[in-house]
């Protein structure tokens, strides 16, 4: 079982793994409706290393990007439930509209987004790359996404 952490105590827990040798490897999203496609994505996330941190959107930051009905459920349960799922160590929110402050407290040995992202624009790759880290794209799978989701659930009770 994950843990949820502050920026200051992941930024410890990282170095806490450093020391031990282990290879960590970070992602991020918001992850509001837990399905399938989500934790598939995780679990390939956490392959690439010994242990997953993933960032989280706070439900301001949600806000800003995905509009004023977002996020669906509360940072606070969103964190909780990514926390117990098998492939994360570690949880940790942000509220900056990108991950970057909290990459570059961290600074994993791998950095993760999905294959929608173009390697070139994944945020934080500078401070990867630049620590002797990879930056790697998961493939998604096919017609699994919380937009979807939220759209047929709002076809099938309207």
Avoid at 33 to 39: A, D, E, K, L, T
Avoid at 108 to 137: R, S, T
Wanted: with cysteine; aromatic share 6%; proline share 3%.
């Amino acid at each position: 079982m994950g843990t949820v952490l502050s920026l200051k105590d992941a930024a410890q827990k990282r170095g806490t793994y450093k020391g031990n040798g282990k290879r960590v490897v970070f992602t991020n999203g918001v992850f509001d409706i837990i399905h399938r496609g989500h934790v598939e994505y995780l679990t390939r996330a956490r392959a690439l290393g010994d242990v997953l941190f993933v960032g989280i959107n706070s439900d301001d930051s949600v806000r800003r990007i995905k509009g004023e009905k977002r996020p669906v459920v509360t940072l606070e349960d969103r964190a909780f439930v990514l926390a117990n799922l098998l492939p994360v160590d570690v949880v940790c929110s942000f509220d900056e509209d990108t991950p970057y402050n909290l990459i570059a407290a961290i600074v994993p040995d791998v950095l993760v987004k999905g294959a929608d992202w173009k390697v070139d624009d994944i945020v934080g790759k500078d401070i990867v790359l630049g620590a002797g880290g990879k930056v790697e794209a998961i493939e998604y799978i096919p017609n699994r996404s919380t937009s979807g989701i939220i759209e047929r659930i709002l076809e099938r009770f309207s």
